[in-house]
């Protein structure tokens, strides 16, 4: 091996090795927690639909492989819906049939819209990006109900 071969592989494992010792010492020297997925902090972890007002909802949706979660949601007619989507794994789509509403669900950020529904009826919407081998599994609706009875649903999976 060339002398400046192995200069440069000695450097790399020692820079390596510094990172590494770097991460451990925040995470355990100075108590710095090392950034997680966004979908393991909450609202994403707990409920994901909330009443913030009246008829106004925030709702976060989580795309996954493959399915969303929530998947079915309810709401009442009139309903403003701060919408947040995510992903924990890989790039999905977002796309509510009828609806102004076509969104990327991106790991590690989150997109927001806000929708609201005048007309009840089932609104679908389905994952509109390539995402493996069960994309075309993932879908739901989102019904909107003039029944003053009814309740919003859709929180806990
Ligand atoms: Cu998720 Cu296609």
Not at 73 to 91: E, Q
Request: proline share 4%; hydrophobic share 45%.
């Amino acid at each position: 091996m060339d002398k400046s071969e192995s200069f440069a592989l000695g450097l790399s494992g020692l820079l390596l090795a510094v990172f590494i010792i770097a991460i451990l010492y925040a995470q355990f020297a100075r108590n710095i927690e090392i950034p997680t997925c966004i979908t393991d902090v909450e609202p994403f972890t707990t409920d994901t639909l909330f009443q913030v007002g009246e008829d106004e909802y925030e709702l976060h949706m989580i795309a996954r492989m493959w399915a969303f979660q929530p998947s079915e949601i309810t709401l009442p007619v009139g309903s403003k819906v701060h919408l947040y989507v995510t992903s924990p794994d890989i790039i999905h789509g977002f796309k509510i049939e009828n609806k102004n509403v076509n969104l990327m669900a991106v790991p590690q950020a989150i997109n927001y819209i806000s929708v609201t529904f005048d007309e009840e009826g089932d609104y679908f919407f389905a994952c509109h990006e390539f995402c493996g081998a069960a994309h075309h599994a993932m879908a739901g609706r989102i019904i909107i109900t003039a029944d003053d009875e009814a309740q919003a649903t859709g929180g806990q999976p």
